[in-house]
T-cell receptor, first 115, second 114 residues
Framework: ETGVTQSPTHLIKTRGQQVTLRCSSQ?????VSWYQQALGQGPQFIFQ???????GRGNFPPRFSGLQFPNYSSELNVNALELDDSALYLC??????????????FGEGSRLTVL | KNEVEQSPQNLTAQEGEFITINCSYS?????LHWLQQHPGGGIVSLFM???GKKKHGRLIATINIQEKHSSLHITASHPRDSAVYIC????????????????FGQGTILTVHP
């Protein structure tokens, strides 16, 4: 049990719809990062938030956006869903300071299926 | 060529065997993580390394910064060690848009038979 919770655990959407995934970080952790893991592949970094500001981003289009709230929980929003967005979405929290991020604690993931 | 390469991709062992999984990377890093992923998706962080060696129980992780190489060792392997083991490196480019970016290897599928 890592203390990181994600919701929903499973969801099904259709092409063109929008989705919001949520992550509650471990108590005291101020950094949240999001990852996309397609079936049979390794995770891909989407972006990272430190104290409510995005401070790192991978190669994902702008329709992938996020937020981090004052309590350090986070949302991942995906607009205009495409079939290839079907994946397991993982969030991880850690205790970060400027220029450094500590050990990661992952949630169980949200499995998104786009039909 | 991927920035993070793991070997082997698949590994089968008998209970009690000593296991080594290797990770090589080609970029500058601030830290390297070894992760364990069980069926169903949950990921557990095993180690975070920036130099030297760390040990937790039967698991040992080493890193050689000059050679850009890390190894994860499991002593006295057990069927419950069966999982996917993933090496991930954290970008060391502070201040850039990719700061904090984790780049993952493709994973090593370990199966330990009784």
């Amino acid at each position: 049990e890592t203390g990181v919770t994600q919701s929903p655990t499973h969801l099904i959407k259709t092409r063109g719809q929008q989705v919001t995934l949520r992550c509650s970080s471990q108590s005291g952790h101020n950094t949240v990062s999001w990852y996309q893991q397609a079936l049979g592949q390794g995770p891909q970094f989407i972006f990272q938030y430190y104290r409510e500001e995005e401070n790192g981003r991978g190669n994902f289009p702008p329709r992938f956006s996020g937020l981090q709230f004052p309590n350090y929980s986070s949302e991942l929003n995906v607009n205009a869903l495409e079939l290839d967005d079907s994946a397991l979405y993982l969030c991880a929290s850690s205790l970060g300071v400027v220029l450094s991020v500590g050990e990661l604690f992952f949630g169980e993931g949200s499995r998104l299926t786009v039909l | 060529k991927n920035e993070v390469e793991q070997s082997p991709q698949n590994l089968t062992a008998q209970e009690g065997e000593f296991i080594t999984i290797n990770c090589s990377y080609s970029v500058g890093i601030s830290a390297l993580h070894w992760l364990q992923q069980h069926p169903g998706g949950g990921i557990v962080s095993l180690f975070m390394l920036s130099s030297g060696k760390k040990k937790h129980g039967r698991l040992i992780a080493t890193i050689n910064i000059q050679e850009k190489h890390s190894s994860l060792h499991i002593t006295a392997s057990h069927p419950r060690d069966s999982a996917v083991y993933i090496c991930a490196v954290r970008s060391g480019e502070a201040g850039g848009t990719s700061y904090g970016k984790l780049t993952f290897g493709q994973g090593t599928i370990l199966t330990v038979h009784p």
